[in-house]
DNA sequence: CCAAAAGTGTTTTAGCTACACCCATGA
DNA sequence: TCATGGGTGTAGCTAAAACACTTTTGG
């Protein structure tokens, strides 16, 4: 393994010391909700996709700027949740550990092995669109389901944890469903994220008129599947 | 005025650097929500009282550090509820300007002028209990009711605002009522404190059948005051 | 025609609102 | 005893849960 040059390091002088965000990014997929994972290079490590904020840069741009790096999506729904400021929830040596498997030798008191805030965001978006894009120091980046995550650095499980408390309560309020599916659903598919998300079932039936009577989605054609059953008609979201 | 040396101000050395808090606090009183406004001397700048984070300090202990200096109070509820981070949100001409109106003449490119994230908690408690202490920098701290602000500083009427809407979305989960009351209060107390910060009025029947049946409080003797009337009962909250 | 999934109608229940009523107190 | 504020009971409304029923499709 060579030895890289720190140099290539984000740089101090470009952005915020001791201050990162983490994004806690959700998709649905086969009946589970799921969150993007990155693992380090030659580390064994886990994360949460997070990063850092530039000088001149919006708090809320910082964060955007990372997910459509790392996901290829524009307009993405995105909320903050949590700012993460414990005097040890950042670990020089995990962060140290990590840059040394990517071949850097970080000299004592590099500012990214300081101690680092965390604002927390959660993501919504549609699975099918995206295509990981792990960074520069990470192998891969990857959907995990949320009740089988592997250890995580630091604090990230319990961002984790609080992210998943967030989305539950807002899941009435804020349209969740409408980000984590293609433009057009079966109802049967959207009561499916909400069980995802809420850890339980519900009737279908009164699933149903819930939707219906909240005004949020419009009826279109029927879907004609290969299935021995009756063809379900495909909504969306309105606005 | 006397020139003041900027070494007296708080220092970059024991400080996170573009970190910053501030509190929202909230006390009830004649029948109304406040919050206590500090206004920095021969200024005529309103802000909400706020400070910035030592490098080996967790973020919720700087709060609380802030927030007992300035009360005289420990053990005040506290929550985080937002990030502010936007990177015009905070004026280095506005801080420039409290400085001068100070005595300080702090140099070009000051730790103090530059941008800051601001990380935003509110806090409840008695209003009886608390004798207001202004900072170094403040004539006078002082409560103002909710609807009658004065014009603040940078963005902290949107600070406000929102302190605001979350305190009402707590209302009914979180026990807001207990930290704005004496430990014993009548039914008639927690409405008003209810109706503060819900700003409508509700129905007094109906609020305490509520308020019984989620059994949070318990009751306690009758008390005697000098109205023509039927005594009321004292309640406290439970654990 | 049957099984499986989708959609709707109907009954029951629980919680909330409105309002009537009673109680306690001091003037 | 009357005015005022505190406390409780109850009828009525509305939203949600439970369940029965019909519809549509491929095999």
């Known amino acids: 393994m060579k030895?890289?040059?720190?140099k290539d390091l984000p740089a101090l002088e470009c952005h915020i010391p001791h201050?990162?965000?983490?994004?806690?990014?959700?998709?649905?997929?086969?009946?589970?909700?799921?969150?993007?994972?990155?693992?380090?290079?030659?580390?064994?490590?886990?994360?949460?996709?997070g990063g850092f904020v530039k000088r001149d840069e919006n708090l809320d741009d910082a964060v955007k700027r990372g997910l459509t790096e790392r996901t290829g999506l524009r307009e993405v729904y995105l909320e903050q949740f949590s700012t993460f400021g414990k005097v040890n929830r950042s670990k020089g040596r995990v962060m140290k550990k990590i840059l040394e498997?990517?071949?850097?030798?970080?000299?004592?008191?590099?500012w990214l092995l300081d101690r680092f805030i965390s604002v927390a965001y959660y993501a919504l978006l549609d699975h099918s669109k995206v295509t990981p894009v792990p960074d520069a120091l990470s192998d891969s980046m990857n959907w995990y389901p949320v009740d089988g995550l592997p250890p995580l650095i630091m604090d990230h499980k319990d961002i984790v944890k609080k992210a998943v408390e967030v989305l539950r309560q807002n899941l009435d309020k804020k349209l969740v469903g409408s980000n984590l599916l293609p433009p057009k659903f079966t109802m049967r598919a959207l009561q499916q994220v909400y069980e995802a998300i809420l850890g339980?079932?519900?009737?279908?039936?009164?699933?149903?008129?819930?939707?219906?009577?909240a005004d949020m989605v419009v009826r279109h054609e029927?879907?004609?599947?290969?299935?021995?059953?009756?063809a379900?008609?495909?909504?969306?979201f309105k606005s």
């Open 101 to 110: 498997a990517n071949g850097y030798a970080p000299e004592q008191g590099h």
């Open 3 to 6: 030895e890289k040059n720190s």
């Open 222 to 230: 029927k879907q004609f599947l290969g299935g021995a059953h009756k």
């Open 200 to 213: 339980e079932k519900l009737t279908r039936t009164n699933f149903q008129r819930k939707i219906l009577s």
């Open 19 to 49: 201050l990162a965000y983490d994004s806690v990014i959700f998709g649905y997929h086969d009946s589970e909700l799921h969150i993007l994972i990155l693992e380090y290079h030659n580390s064994g490590l886990y994360a949460l996709p």
């Open 232 to 236: 379900p008609y495909l909504y969306s």
